[in-house]
């Protein structure tokens, strides 16, 4: 059951909403609807930068490796890439930065190739222990199976195991963390929470979809992941998800 307090927020966000808690310490979890399959957006790119980390970590890839970024594979939607001059090379690192820092869809699109396809990412987050489906590349249209679909625990579970050091050696580990605590979206989870909290987090969006999955570095660190679909105005449910998240940080505070 959700605290009162983070039950009354909650409810009030305008949309159809999944909310799952998970503290490191094993202490508290807690969730509503976070076994519902939802649309993933843009938070399902957590996996695609945990895999990439895993192939490095087992010597077959190198972040410092460049790719060539053929102009017919830039597509718009979130990111810069589609905005520069064609010809670029970059490292598979920033190809990483720019995927989860500002959500670029033409960065995902080529780590998704490099790392062998949709349905080999789709294998790989079974490996990490997720039911989470990649069935389509970032801005492709969506029909039937051919969709991105992920749950809230899905999200959760990841950034715990992650956080605890599950999925990658220390080095990989502190390297994915700091990358998700440079996210640029913050109008969700971290919005509210003090400005010293540390939170390293992605946002996924679509035409009413708002998500956010969220490390929140506390004296009691927890990870917090709340999903949205067929919402009203995304200001108003961003600002509801800011709601939520500050009545979960006050609710830690107290239980510490």
């Not at 490191?24 to 076994?35: D, I, P, S, V």
């Not at 998704?112 to 079974?126: Q, R």
């Not at 490996?127 to 389509?136: D, K, P, V």
């Not at 605890?164 to 963390?177: D, K, S, V």
Request: proline residues 5%; glycine residues 10%; contains cysteine.
């Amino acid at each position: 059951m959700l605290p009162s307090e983070v039950e009354r927020c909650f409810g009030r966000i305008p949309a159809e909403a999944a909310i799952c808690y998970r503290d490191l310490a094993g202490r508290h979890q807690w969730g509503t609807n976070h076994e519902q399959d939802f649309p993933a957006a843009s938070v399902i790119k957590v996996a695609i930068m945990v895999e990439l980390f895993r192939r490095v970590e087992a010597g077959k890839a190198h972040l410092e490796e460049r790719v060539e970024i053929p102009p017919e594979r830039l597509v718009g939607g979130a990111g810069v890439l589609f905005e520069l001059d064609p010809g670029l090379r970059l490292s598979l690192g920033d190809l990483c930065r720019l995927m989860i820092v500002v959500s670029d869809n033409t960065a995902s699109n080529l780590l998704i190739d490099y790392l062998g396809g949709l349905e080999v990412m789709t294998g790989a987050m079974g490996e990490m222990g997720l039911s989470a489906r990649l069935g389509r590349y970032f801005m492709e249209p969506a029909s039937g199976t051919r969709d991105n679909r992920m749950t809230c625990a899905d999200a959760a579970s990841l950034l715990l195991d992650l956080r605890r050091g599950q999925l990658l050696n220390p080095g990989l580990t502190a390297l994915a963390l700091g990358v998700l605590q440079r996210q640029q979206y913050r109008e969700k989870i971290p919005q509210r929470l003090p400005p010293e909290v540390v939170v390293g987090h992605k946002t996924g969006e679509l035409e009413g979809v708002r998500h956010d999955a969220a490390i929140v570095e506390h004296r009691q660190p927890y990870v917090l992941a709340v999903f949205t679909r067929n919402g009203g105005h995304a200001w108003e449910v961003d600002e509801h998800i800011a709601l939520t998240s500050r009545a979960v940080y006050d609710w830690v505070e107290k239980s510490v």
